[in-house]
T-cell receptor
Framework: DTAVSQTPKYLVTQMGNDKSIKCEQN?????MYWYKQDSKKFLKIMFS???????INETVPNRFSPKSPDKAHLNLHINSLELGDSAVYFC???????????FGPGTRLTVT | QKEVEQNSGPLSVPEGAIASLNCTYS??????FFWYRQYSGKSPELIMS????GDKEDGRFTAQLNKASQYVSLLIRDSQPSDSATYLC???????????FGAGTRLAVHP
């Protein structure tokens, strides 16, 4: 069974659209994260949630809104997509706020 | 100044040799350190974590940490072509497990 899963794997959309990416972990972890990896392969944290509570909110445009319905799920909704949002978005989870982080397979978002 | 610095490479080593990957970080209060391997088009995969000064060995991998020098390294013994990937150094500066990643070092192991 996949430990951290994301859907969809690929997402191609036009500028101005709204889209969501879903993440689920079956590891029983308390903490989940969203990272963005840009075209230069630089990986940067966006958000983290611990037991459904927002813990880290980096300098991210407020067009990005995470939601955690329960501690096994963390979704990312993006409004008014822009060309610069094109990237690979990775979900990750850890046992708690100190544990090792395990990454999902990623969602490649392409905005045209 | 970048918070976590790595040589982008590529680092080319022959099969069977030792590959040495290096990373420096700027935040002296950093508490935990991680090495991830990322194959092209795939997600980062955790290889090693290290929390205290010294060496930590796991199979062919050895992580080394020197907090006084703000330096962490990864040694890969008996390198195999399947080790060819980008190796990401990640540092947790403390607090809420916010990992700061380096840009990665591309390793190429040639037969």
């Amino acid at each position: 069974d996949t430990a951290v899963s994301q859907t969809p794997k690929y997402l191609v959309t036009q500028m101005g659209n709204d889209k969501s990416i879903k993440c689920e972990q079956n590891l029983g972890h308390d903490t989940m994260y969203w990272y963005k990896q840009d075209s230069k392969k630089f990986l940067k944290i966006m958000f983290s949630y611990n037991n459904k509570e927002l813990i880290i909110n980096e300098t991210v445009p407020n067009r990005f809104s995470p939601k955690s319905p329960d501690k096994a799920h963390l979704n990312l909704h993006i409004n008014s997509l822009e060309l610069g949002d094109s990237a690979v978005y990775f979900c990750a989870s850890s046992q708690d706020l100190r544990g090792e982080q395990y990454f999902g397979p990623g969602t490649r978002l392409t905005v045209t | 100044q970048k918070e976590v610095e790595q040589n982008s490479g590529p680092l080319s080593v022959p099969e069977g040799a030792i590959a040495s990957l290096n990373c420096t970080y700027s935040d002296r209060g950093s508490q935990s350190f991680f090495w991830y391997r990322q194959y092209s088009g795939k997600s980062p995969e955790l290889i090693m974590s290290i929390y205290s000064n010294g060496d930590k060995e796991d199979g062919r991998f050895t992580a080394q940490l020197n907090k006084a020098s703000q330096y962490v390294s990864l040694l890969i013994r008996d390198s195999q072509p399947s080790d060819s990937a980008t190796y990401l150094c990640a540092v947790n500066p403390g607090g809420y497990n916010k990992l700061i990643f380096g840009a990665g070092t591309r390793l190429a192991v040639h037969p």
